[in-house]
C-alpha cells in the first residue's frame, strides 16, 4: 500500500475569557506562505464568526501545519 499524507493546518486564538480556542483546517493548499495563513488567521479574527461559550476571540496566538504520512502495516500476507 502506498502511504498517505493528511495536510491539517492548526490556527490558535486567544478567547476574550483568555482561554484558547483553535480551528483546525483539514486539506490545507500546497504551497500556502506564513503570510497567506496569517492573513487568513486575522481575516478569521476581524469576522467575529466564532463565539465559543459565547466569547469572542481578541488575538491570534500560532498556527502550526501538522503533515502526517500513515503508512499501512502488512501483519498477514494474502494466501
Do not use: C, H, S, W
Not at 483539514?26 to 495563513?37: C, H, L, S
Not at 488567521?41 to 496566538?61: C, I, M, N, R, S
Amino acid at each position: 500500500k502506498m502511504p498517505t499524507t493528511n495536510k491539517d493546518l492548526t490556527i490558535y486564538f486567544q478567547r476574550a475569557d483568555g482561554k484558547e480556542f483553535k480551528i483546525t483546517i483539514p486539506d490545507y493548499k500546497e504551497g500556502i506562505t506564513d503570510a497567506e495563513i496569517r492573513t487568513g488567521a486575522k481575516a478569521v479574527l476581524d469576522q467575529g464568526a466564532f463565539l465559543p461559550d459565547g466569547f469572542g476571540l481578541v488575538k491570534v496566538t500560532g498556527a502550526v501545519r501538522v503533515d502526517t504520512t500513515k503508512t499501512e502495516v502488512v501483519i498477514e500476507e494474502a494466501a
